[in-house]
């Protein structure tokens, strides 16, 4: 089946640890996005990606830093610099440049901070 | 910048109730306007897309619309059902940029 698969679907992240949330795609869509979402909020912005090699910060990017080394892959890694990153992060893909341009998403996973 | 809002933030209605879910955008210069479904925990499901040159798109009991001049949408649910109960998100692409913006979403609870 295509999709997008984000994993791990729980993590727990220690003070002073980096982490990465990893997300597959095989769509093969050329634009990646990181989302995060907070309780009563909106999705935010952290990075996209329209192309490999490529990506851009969102609205968010503090403390989080991400790579596109290969079309189907968006790994996400969330820094000790980021200060709050309790939050659901979300993965989401589009054709980019088709017409319709339609947002596919992850199933998300949830961090926490120990 | 772009600014997305969905008012109501949580609704509730008996079962087999038609309503409607609001969602305004302050730039009309969209390029699309797409309504996706959330279940608790999980992510997001598109429901329906609706280009900028479109003013209504139909999948089965829902239908959105797409006014550009007054930067408003709706999402109108027939005959709603127990299984409707979910947070209803909007997002809208701007004709340049790659960006997708997002409202905050209306959580409908539908009671049986």
């Known amino acids: 089946d295509g999709g997008i698969t984000q994993s791990p679907k729980y993590l727990f992240r220690k003070e002073g640890q980096n982490v990465t949330l990893s997300c597959e795609q095989n769509l093969n869509h050329d634009a990646m996005y990181w989302y995060r979402q907070d309780p009563g909020q909106g999705l935010r912005l952290i990075y996209y990606s329209q192309i490999v090699n490529d990506f851009q910060k969102g609205d968010i990017a503090e403390g989080y830093s991400v790579s596109r080394e290969k079309k189907e892959s968006f790994p996400l890694t969330v820094t000790s610099a980021q200060k709050n990153p309790t939050a659901f992060y979300l993965c989401a893909s589009s054709p980019n440049g088709g017409i319709g341009e339609k947002l596919f998403f992850g199933s998300g996973t949830q961090l926490s901070v120990l | 910048k772009q600014e997305v809002t969905q008012i109501p933030a949580a609704l509730s209605v008996p079962e087999g109730e038609n309503l409607v879910l609001n969602c305004s955008f302050t730039d009309s210069a969209i390029y699309n306007l797409q309504w996706f479904r959330q279940d608790p925990g999980k992510g997001l499901t598109s429901l329906l897309l609706i280009q900028s040159s479109q003013r209504e798109q139909t999948s089965g009991r829902l239908n959105a619309s797409l006014d550009k001049s007054s930067g408003r949408s709706t999402l109108y649910i027939a005959a709603s059902q127990p299984g409707d109960s979910a947070t209803y998100l909007c997002?809208?692409?701007?004709?340049?940029?790659?960006?997708?913006?997002f409202g905050t979403g209306t959580s409908l609870t539908v009671i049986p």
């Open positions: 997002a809208v692409k701007l004709n340049t940029g790659n960006q997708f913006y």
